[in-house]
């Protein structure tokens, strides 16, 4: 790397306050900072008191502390960053926030147009407050504030809350949520030789009106004065505007003898604090994601909040936390109340809360993915502007990041690996448009389509239909080449979620009008209005194309099939890195609670899954096999029918309660998802259509024997007795033999699980990057 590259490793920071003065924002830079040795960074940030030196190094971190107000603070931040930018040629700039650095930012980004622009959401006010702040200089404020995010690079926000406000300000750059996380080396558990009949209540946060501390203070007052509960106290740490406020609200009330107001708390103390509580409590009117809670959770102890900004990403209610009600003090009280006297509730609930946060807010995770975002960025200053390269590409995708999918992977993939290979990227995610009304959002899609495709080369969609057609349309306007993904039959599916949304009623769904219908036969025969325009369109779409990429040799049977010439079509199977679990099989195990014969089955809860067949067949297999058991994870239409078949059959066979044997496991994260491979014996996969299917990849990967169907793609990744068995599908007499044969043959098992794990090589990142950029190229 030469000097000048060397110098585009470092970093320029805008920040409105930093150490001494911090909250959750300046807290996760000086967190992720110390983490990170191989960048250097600059900081500027406002001279709060004239005691502190105007330069001293923190951490990583070099602090350049400006005199000024806090409203010429973008102005005088924006010539101090001119004048090192100079000296140390930035190939990064970063905004703490949408505030006063974020204006900062800006203008130094409309100057120096080249460099590269981060801007990191973690505002916890309601989200009209900064329009509120600028009272009748809105007029001429607003359109500026909006800039900060439509000129962003790319956006990194701490919660899917925070990620949709970045999108209806009209942010058009990637965008990656990254939360705040905990230190998890200073957690301190709550301490068991703690003797005293009182319940600790606590809360730990500024002392503003959005934290909702008055709503905590009515809540404990209703419990002290009217349920005469005198085993409680509440201890509130923390100081802010509306200290005096809230004291004398608990004069008033009468609880001031029971509410202790600590003030300002160092951090590392606040964790003694919360090693001696019982409860957390924060009920919140608004909130980013509320790092409060987490840190809370990580210290063991059952937390109470509202459903606001960011916080239902981490707070399952019944699960890692309870939810209460805005503003309701009542309902609030009565959540106390429940935790108090449920102690196994508690205990289950601060249980897996502490789990969550070990697992996914440790700040070593969260710095190694801002440090993998920061190494991107900087990889593309290195290498140029989109505009600078020879080849340029605009991806069309239906979804990405945030969001979850096969098609948001493949796509933040190619934007991340494709200007590594000489070729720049650009993304346009349908997420901008979805919140119009249907027919609106694919006019103005294809309008935007029109506007960044003048620079591009290629025009490359994810889908055939609802990105396809309008990428399409502008790609033949502009006279630009057209490159089509196909993942599955679009009309088909649509169908098919028809027909799974249609009614509870299992006996619409076994009429003949509503019967599976299998891929292969939807090809070959004639279906309602709505079903054949959509097919119409995908074919239109998919035969204007210069090339396809489908996933299997599968597929590219299927797009044969519209009519597509074959020379077009090129199977470029998708890109698996093997994930790793370091726990064991017996670790996990034990973790989940799971015992005896695990069979695990996963996907959407919809017919054509089979997943009523594999609940009938347990009633067999757990006579064969008594301790076997089945979880079936994921969520769908037919969750209702499969409660109801579980409960029937428990009922109707005589002394066999197969509900102690089929658990419907719900909707979980994938790293659980995995935890549950791992630990199981058998996975089955009773699919009627599969076109690539990741959950075998990762079941293989995980070291569990796989039983699926030959069906779709299927048969292009597990070969017959050789990585796995198959099946026909919903035979249930060949499922149950198999299942019972290998259940009790584990040579077997481990001797087709150790050729899985080698075949899941097969599908590596490289590989598929590369057959990619020659197709592109």
């Known amino acids: ?296 959770m990580g210290a063991g102890l059952p937390i109470i909040a509202t459903p606001v900004g960011g916080i239902p990403d981490f707070l399952k209610d019944g699960i890692t936390g309870l939810f209460c009600e805005v503003d309701d003090p009542q309902d609030l009280a009565e959540k106390i109340k429940l935790l108090m006297a449920d102690e196994t509730l508690a205990k289950r609930i601060a249980e897996n809360g502490r789990q969550l946060v070990l697992e996914k807010y440790d700040w070593n995770n969260i710095a190694k993915q801002m440090q993998n975002l920061l190494s991107h960025i900087i990889a593309i200053a290195n290498i140029g502007d989109s505009e600078n390269f020879k080849l340029k590409i605009l991806i069309c995708t239906g979804i990405y990041p945030p969001d979850i999918g096969g098609p948001a992977t493949y796509s933040k993939l190619l934007f991340e690996e494709l200007p590594k290979r000489g070729i720049g990227a650009r993304v346009l995610n349908f997420g901008e448009v979805r919140r119009l009304l249907k027919i609106i959002r694919h006019i103005v899609y294809f309008l935007k389509t029109l506007k960044r495709g003048i620079k591009a080369d290629i025009i490359f969609a994810q889908d055939p239909v609802s990105v396809g057609l309008p990428a399409m349309l502008a790609a033949k306007i502009l006279c630009k080449k057209f490159i089509l993904k196909v993942v599955g039959d679009y009309a088909w599916e649509q169908f098919q979620n028809k027909i799974s949304n249609l009614s509870a009623d299992r006996q619409d769904l076994k009429s003949k009008k509503f019967k599976f219908i299998t891929l292969e036969e939807f090809q070959t025969k004639k279906f309602d209005f709505k079903t054949e325009m959509r097919r119409k369109i995908q074919k239109y779409v998919a035969r204007n194309a210069i090339k396809i990429i489908v996933p299997s040799n599968y597929l590219k049977k299927i797009v044969l099939q519209w009519g597509v010439d074959e020379y077009k079509i090129k199977v470029i199977y998708n890109a698996f890195d093997a994930p790793v679990l370091e726990e064991t099989k017996e670790e996990l195990r034990k973790k989940l609670n799971l015992s005896g014969t695990i069979l695990i089955s996963a996907g959407r809860l919809v017919p054509w899954k089979g997943f009523d067949a594999l609940i009938e067949i347990m009633t067999e297999i757990i006579k064969e096999i008594p301790d076997a058991k089945l979880y079936i994870i994921g969520s769908g239409p037919e969750e209702k029918n499969l409660k109801s078949k579980i409960s029937n059959l428990s009922a109707g066979e005589a002394g066999l309660k197969i509900n102690e044997n089929v658990f419907l496991a719900g909707q979980i994260s994938h790293d659980d998802v995995l935890k549950y491979f791992k630990a199981g014996d058998i996975f089955v996969l009773n699919t009627g259509y599969e076109g690539f299917s990741h959950f075998l990849l990762e079941a293989m990967a995980m070291e569990i024997l796989v039983v699926t169907t030959n069906v779709g793609g299927n048969v292009e990744l597990i070969e017959n007795a050789k990585e796995g068995i198959l099946v026909d599908y919903n035979n249930k007499e060949e499922l149950k033999k198999r299942i019972i044969e290998l259940a009790k043959n584990e040579p077997q098992r481990y001797e087709l699980t150790e050729k899985a794990k080698i075949k899941v090589t097969e599908f590596n990142k490289q590989k598929m990057l590369e057959e990619t950029v020659k197709i592109l190229k």
């Open 1 to 296: 790397m030469d000097f000048y590259e060397e110098r585009k490793k470092r970093v320029l920071i805008f920040s409105l306050a930093y150490i001494p003065f911090v909250s959750g924002a300046e807290l996760a830079v000086k967190e992720i900072t110390d983490r990170i040795n191989d960048l250097e960074f600059d900081l500027v940030t406002l001279r709060f008191d004239k005691k502190l030196p105007k330069f001293e190094k923190v951490g990583n971190v070099n602090i350049y502390r400006i005199n000024s107000s806090k409203s010429l603070f973008p102005f005088r931040a924006f010539f101090k960053a001119k004048k090192l930018h100079k000296k140390n040629s930035y190939g990064v700039i970063w905004s703490i926030m949408a505030n006063r650095a974020g204006f900062a930012t800006l203008f130094f980004k409309l100057w120096n147009p080249k460099v590269k622009y981060l801007l990191t959401i973690q505002e916890g006010d309601a989200l009209d407050y900064p329009e509120k702040r600028m009272g009748f200089l809105k007029i001429f404020l607003k359109p500026v504030f909006r800039k900060i995010f439509t000129k962003a690079d790319h956006i990194q926000a701490i919660s899917n809350y925070l990620a949709d406000w970045a999108r209806k300000m009209g942010a058009k750059a990637p965008i990656e949520v990254v939360p705040n996380g905990v230190d998890i080396e200073k957690l301190k558990t709550k301490n068991k030789e703690l003797k005293t009949n009182d319940k600790i209540i606590i809360t730990t946060s500024r002392l503003v009106y959005k934290n909702g501390v008055d709503i905590l203070i009515r809540s404990v007052a209703e419990l002290y004065v009217q349920h005469r509960m005198s085993n409680i106290k509440v201890q509130i740490l923390g100081a802010g505007s509306e200290e005096k406020k809230l004291k004398d609200l608990a004069r008033e009330l009468k609880v001031d003898d029971i509410v202790q107001f600590l003030g300002h708390i160092e951090p590392e103390k606040v964790y003694d604090y919360l090693a001696e509580a019982d409860i957390f409590v924060r009920p919140s009117r608004s909130e980013g994601l509320g790092s409060s809670f987490l840190e809370a």
